[in-house]
């Protein structure tokens, strides 16, 4: 059973470029979230996502970045025009509940995000 | 302040001691607590996970939650090299959203 996919690992972008990120959740999970991790910090939550819904986006910066999650295919954040200050590690999680005993998220590897 | 706070160390420790990682909180409504291991330029992996007050205990790792304090611990037994790496307290009410705490490197010296 493999994990979370995440990719790409790596991703330079130039300053106002688009960045994508992908992410495939756990076989049986729907329900998926990403989060940031900044330099010497922990996560920080942006999105929480299921099949063709946003369900949480209180975290997402208001502009330039969106979050689907379409009924085929993987999670993608989309970043548009990134600045310097989008260089960060993205995370994705998936689990097979939100709420309740069986909610324990598990994380990808990851996309580090370097803006030049 | 901060409703998680994480000592960031680092903690160095000789191999075989026993090491302790701990986290406050300030949120009462935390219901379900969280340790995960993460290794450098890695992702977290989920290492222990509780949701009452007491202990788990799953091989080296003990997982210690005390609500009436807000507190919670990791103790690691015959610690080893290999336990090298960043750990991140985490926690959640009863809802989806992970609280992380800034995390705690830990190196093991052989």
């Known amino acids: 059973n493999a994990g979370v996919m995440q990719n790409p690992r790596h991703l330079v972008r130039r300053r106002g470029q688009e960045a994508r990120l992908r992410c495939s959740p756990m076989k049986g999970h729907s329900h998926v979230y990403w989060y940031r991790q900044l330099p010497e910090e922990g996560l920080k939550f942006m999105v929480y996502l299921q099949k063709e819904n946003i369900i949480d986006e209180s975290g997402m910066p208001k502009e330039r970045f969106s979050a689907e999650f379409p009924k085929e295919g993987p999670s993608i954040l989309r970043i548009q025009q990134v600045v310097r200050g989008d260089s960060a590690a993205y995370f994705c999680?998936?689990?097979?509940?939100?709420?309740?005993?069986?909610?324990?998220?598990?994380f990808g590897q990851g996309t580090r995000l370097t803006v030049v | 302040q901060k409703e998680v706070e994480q000592d960031p160390g680092p903690l160095s420790v000789p191999e075989g001691a026993i090491v302790s990682l701990n986290c406050t909180y300030s949120?009462?409504?935390?219901?379900?607590f969280m340790w995960y291991r993460q290794y450098s330029r890695k992702g977290p992996e989920l290492l222990m996970y509780?949701?009452?007050?007491g202990n788990k205990e799953d091989g080296r790792f003990t997982a210690q939650v005390d609500k009436s304090s807000k507190y919670i611990s990791l103790f690691i037994r015959d610690s080893q090299p290999s336990d090298s790496a960043t750990y991140l307290c985490?926690?959640?009410?009863?809802?989806?959203?992970?609280?992380f705490g800034s995390g705690t490197r830990l190196l093991v010296r052989p």
């Open positions: 985490a926690m959640k009410d009863s809802s989806y959203k992970l609280i």
């Open positions: 509780t949701y009452s007050s």
């Open positions: 999680a998936s689990s097979t509940e939100s709420t309740g005993p069986n909610t324990e998220a598990f």
């Open positions: 949120n009462s409504a935390f219901q379900y």
